[in-house]
């Protein structure tokens, strides 16, 4: 989450605890999180104000997919309530104090384990908000908590690519401009009307995408490509002008990160070593 001068990144595949945080140029170590997991997609907020729900857990525990929350202050992780469900795999967008959760899996294996539920915090508790339109996971969302977007992600059978596109508005969600190609695991920033969504998956057969798109409020168009394909990244924008994605997978874990600025309509990679 945050921006592309300041983004958070924590925990990740496999379940890890860790949390750096990128000023634009370099990646620092910040405090561990509370709790091993994989969170995908599920912290929102800025780099010294953030809430992130806890993901796929480790081991044999049951369920695999937690349903606690913890807040960031830009040093250490603190715990917050939990949800009023477990949540994996699903979108979170908005503030550390005005946030939403939607879609994921809430157990493993996925299955019919997709939801379309909603849940809402306002820094303090969770509250049920009225569901999306189609389960679907490997999700992200940005915008608002009053103006948001949730994003493609994977439907049953198997992990068929959505092209779906829900704009949320605090209370309802309504159908918003398809995704030029269905695709999952992608990352979403930026606001309800100007976001950049890059990367992600196709399937069946998967096939991993360096694509990026801008939507403007009701349609998406193409924007300049990634250096390089990936999906299951962390990405942060603040809007559809600039945004940094970093690590996931390119077939195998990455960690090169890279920006991107409307100036010009170039991509610059910046190597790291975290």
Known sequence: CGTQTAALSCTGNPYAVTTFEYDGTDWTAGGN?????????QLTGTQTAAVGKTGILPGSVSPRVGAKSAEYNGTSWSDGEDANTNRARGGMAGTQT??????????????????????????TNWATGNAGTTARDQVWASGTLTAGLWVGGAVPPGDVASNATEEYDGTNWTAGGNLPAAKYSGSVTGTQTASIHAGGATSPPRTIRSTSENYDGSSWSAYPALGAARYNHGAAGADGSSAVVWGGSSGSYVNTTEEFTDSGATVRTVDTST
């Open 33 to 41: 999180h509370p709790t091993a997991n994989e969170m995908s997609g």
């Open 98 to 123: 005005a946030s939403f959760a939607v879609g994921g899996i809430s157990d493993l294996p996925v299955g019919d384990n997709r939801t379309n539920a909603t849940e809402e915090y306002d820094g």
